[in-house]
């Protein structure tokens, strides 16, 4: 039995519903195209950092300064403006190289910090031939007299904002820490979202005890990190008119099926292609397809959201009622 794997996200048609997340694997174009050779479907780039502009234009400013007054017989030994402006200018060939050497589709992932940033650059991004624009939205409110509420209008008036400079789908990745994650989003979706990326994962640091400062190492996902993710899938499921990606914690073909089942549209892995590389999507997707046709299920929609529409507890992964009992049966027998 031949298996339909074919999926849509962000109104993009994709041959199966594997992505490969932002990463530095979907930074450069060998492993891109054997990204694709492979079987992804889709490659989301590595972000570009607003940061990383403001740091070229600081370095021209310093450089342009060290040379003025200096005869232009000098010429040559100061950079010039070209030299400088490097991180758009690369993230904008990158785009463009890969547009040209990939046919699945490429989307830009971008990370601001002004308002400028964030609307012009996600322009530039789309007009640079990216198939759409992910916003990646990492931003520890850690300001003690900001209220939630703040935070969340101004996550949403944002994204309205970026959605009204593009002209290209938008997807949003974002973390699961909002006090009513379900309206946010909600609200996310009537900004203009098309899409949510579930979740955005935080790279909390350790803390080293000889040197007793903090390690910002970043460790690659678990499974066992699936299950908030997979759990708002079951919950927006049907529930709000944008396409959901399941990303963090996929580690085999089983994890993609648990993540279509939890009702995501499109599944994304980073982790796992970092640890094996590119050529594990292979094992993903014959993986999926196995278990698949093994059950009998001639297509991915057939099982995409089961568990959401299922309604007993056993499915239901949010049930107050399957929380209660998973306390009382994962109670430790006395000795
Ligand atoms: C080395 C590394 C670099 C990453 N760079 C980005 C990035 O530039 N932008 C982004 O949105 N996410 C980035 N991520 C996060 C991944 O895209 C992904 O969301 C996260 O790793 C969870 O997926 P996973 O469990 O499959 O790894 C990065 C992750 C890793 C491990």
Redesign the pocket.
């Known amino acids: 039995m031949m298996v339909d794997l074919r999926t849509s996200y962000l109104g993009l048609r994709l041959r199966n519903p594997l992505i490969a997340?932002?990463?530095?694997l979907t930074g450069n174009l060998k492993s891109l195209r054997a990204l694709e050779d492979y079987g992804a479907a889709a490659v989301?780039l590595?972000?570009l950092f607003e940061e990383d502009i403001l740091q070229d234009r600081h370095a021209l400013e310093l450089a342009l300064d060290a040379g003025a007054g200096v005869s232009e017989v000098c010429g040559g030994y100061f950079p010039g403006r070209e030299k400088f402006g490097g991180a758009v200018e690369h993230y904008l060939a990158l785009i463009d190289r890969a547009r040209s050497a990939l046919d699945i589709p490429v989307i830009a992932?971008l990370?601001g910090t002004t308002d400028f940033g964030w609307t012009e650059l996600a322009a530039r991004l789309a007009a640079a031939g990216a198939s759409a624009i992910?916003l990646?939205l990492y931003d520890l409110p850690l300001d003690l007299v900001q209220s939630g509420v703040e935070v969340e209008e101004a996550t949403i008036s944002l994204v309205k904002r970026v959605r009204t400079a593009l002209d290209v789908p938008l997807a949003v990745?974002l973390g699961p820490y909002y006090s009513a994650f379900g309206q946010m989003a909600q609200a996310l979706a009537d900004a203009g979202a098309d899409g949510l990326v579930l979740f955005?994962?935080l790279y909390h640091p350790d803390v080293d005890l000889l040197r007793l400062c903090a390690v910002h190492n970043?460790e690659?996902?678990r499974r066992h990190?699936m299950r908030l993710p997979m759990m708002w899938l079951t919950a927006l499921q049907g529930q709000i008119p944008v396409s959901l990606a399941a990303?963090?914690?996929?580690e085999s073909a089983v994890d993609v099926v648990r993540y279509l089942l939890a009702g995501a549209d499109a599944v994304?892995?980073?982790?796992?292609l970092?640890r094996h590389g590119p050529k594990y999507m292979t094992s993903l997707l014959s993986g999926l397809e196995e278990w698949l046709e093994s059950r009998g299920f001639d297509n991915i929609n057939a099982v995409r959201g089961l568990l959401a529409t299922h309604g007993d507890t056993c499915t239901r992964l949010q049930e107050r009622d399957a929380y209660r009992a998973s306390l009382h049966y994962s109670q430790p027998t006395a000795r």
């Open positions: 997340s932002a990463s530095p989301v590595p972000s992932s990370n992910e990646n990745k955005n994962r970043l690659l996902s990190e990303s963090t914690g996929v994304m892995s980073t982790s796992a970092l």
